[in-house]
T-cell receptor
Framework: QKEVEQDPGPLSVPEGAIVSLNCTYS??????FMWYRQYSRKGPELLMY????GNKEDGRFTAQVDKSSKYISLFIRDSQPSDSATYLC???????????????FGKGTKLSVIP | EAGVTQSPTHLIKTRGQQATLRCSPI?????VYWYQQALGLGLQFLLW???????NRGNFPPRFSGRQFPNYSSELNVNALELEDSALYLC?????????FGEGSRLTVL
């Protein structure tokens, strides 16, 4: 079993839809959870991060972590064509200190938002 | 402020050759991370450099190596290239709290 599993999609939704992206993981040491967005031919950029369990909201984006189920989600409300990208989940056992960014990534989900 | 810059953007090599990829971190960042993004495999951690020293490496063979220079820029070398080394190689630099990625160098091995 891979440490982080993410459905690669592709996922295609109409503009305005609510999008749900998910990852599961097996390493109970993971404490720090991130979502990156990667546009075609670009490097990943950090969208959101959460520490341990709970929800975090930022505009149209909500990140959710359920450590008991080893399951994280990213919700995108009122999706826009500009949200079309590959979304990567990433996680790490530690938040602070050196080396905490040797992240374990999911394979990414390719999202297309159709106007 | 300039972001993480990588060169070359694209590189085509043949099996058995060597490839050298370069990365300049954001000014003030002392840590540089290298990741490989191969088709269907996602991002895989390759190497971490901090203050000129290799601090950790991922599960890659020794023909993947690199170094960090006094100005914190970094170089990734891949020796004895194999077809499966074809991938996007991403460099990232960090202060505490976030990884900032460059746009990557796409290596194609024929």
């Amino acid at each position: 079993q891979k440490e982080v599993e993410q459905d690669p999609g592709p996922l295609s939704v109409p503009e305005g839809a609510i999008v749900s992206l998910n990852c599961t993981y097996s390493n109970s040491a993971f404490q720090y959870f991130m979502w990156y967005r990667q546009y075609s031919r670009k490097g990943p950029e950090l969208l959101m991060y959460t520490y341990s369990s709970g929800n975090k909201e930022d505009g149209r984006f909500t990140a959710q972590v359920d450590k008991s189920s080893k399951y994280i989600s990213l919700f995108i409300r009122d999706s826009q064509p500009s949200d079309s990208a590959t979304y990567l989940c990433a996680m790490s056992p530690t938040y602070s200190g050196a080396g905490s960014y040797q992240l374990t990534f999911g394979k990414g989900t390719k999202l297309s938002v159709i106007p | 402020e300039a972001g993480v810059t990588q060169s070359p953007t694209h590189l085509i090599k043949t099996r058995g050759q060597q490839a050298t990829l370069r990365c300049s971190p954001i000014s003030g960042h002392t840590s540089v991370y290298w990741y490989q993004q191969a088709l269907g495999l996602g991002l895989q951690f390759l190497l971490w450099y901090d203050e000129g020293e290799e601090r950790n490496r991922g599960n890659f063979p020794p023909r993947f190596s690199g170094r960090q220079f006094p100005n914190y820029s970094s170089e990734l070398n891949v020796n004895a290239l194999e077809l499966e080394d074809s991938a996007l190689y991403l460099c990232a630099s960090s202060p505490p709290g976030e990884l900032f990625f460059g746009e990557g160098s796409r290596l194609t091995v024929l």
